[in-house]
């Protein structure tokens, strides 16, 4: 379950009881750079490209997800009708942030971030938590032919991306009961959140953040 606070970020009920994590999916209200000394984030390029933070602040270069052990630091990725996922290790402490657009979820970027977190952390996919946060819903995702040839299907039709990413999730090894999707559409709640879709060049971006807090024991 989701539900939203009053600094107008939504949290995933699943993440808010981890004493040390950070987290949460701003809506267009939240100033989110302002709130964090140390916030990291991305040139976002629909990959499926990873990048370690290490403590490091700002843009850090071309890619999809960010991932980040260090306390104090914060990670971040910004959307706008693409689909923001958090992954955690309570255990280890480690953090990932995920941008997935249509060719992002295509390329599995949220599964190349659990392959990243193990290969480099030691994170085994089964004791990982995520949260799939607000994006462009199955409600409003018409998509053409050489779209949805991408995932299996023919002529236009409408892509579930939410659906399509907690496939890959499980597929890479997370547990059902592990992982929280928001199922809330950006396009369609215009109050809260920017869409692309919605409203072209005149959409901002809402952040979706995750970090290590500095002194939790």
């Avoid at 657009?101 to 938590?129: K, N, S, Y």
């Avoid at 994006?135 to 299996?152: D, L, N, S, T, Y």
């Amino acid at each position: 379950m989701f539900y939203k606070d009053s600094q107008q970020i939504y949290r995933a009920k699943s993440l808010a009881s981890i004493p040390w994590l950070i987290h949460g999916f701003a809506t267009r209200h939240a100033d989110i750079p302002a709130q964090f000394e140390r916030l990291a984030t991305l040139k976002q390029i629909h990959s499926a490209d990873c990048i370690f933070a290490d403590g490091r602040t700002g843009v850090l270069g071309q890619g999809d997800a960010l991932i980040e052990n260090e306390p104090g630091a914060v990670v971040a990725v910004r959307t706008a009708d693409c689909i923001p996922i958090l992954i955690v290790d309570e255990e280890r402490r480690v953090v990932a942030a995920v941008h997935a657009g249509w060719r992002g979820t295509v390329a599995a970027i949220a599964a190349r971030a659990v392959q990243t977190m193990h290969e480099r952390f030691g994170c085994p996919p089964a004791d990982l938590r995520a949260a799939i946060g607000p994006g462009i819903g199955k409600c409003c995702f018409e998509v053409g032919p050489e779209v949805a040839v991408q995932f299996g299907a023919q002529g236009r039709t409408r892509i579930d991306l939410e659906a399509h990413n907690l496939r890959v999730l499980l597929e890479a090894g997370l547990k059902p009961e592990r992982v929280e999707a928001s199922g809330l559409c950006t396009v369609c709640m215009a109050q809260d959140f920017h869409s692309y879709r919605r409203d072209r060049e005149a959409a901002g971006r809402c952040y979706s953040f995750a970090g290590i807090r500095q002194a939790v024991q």
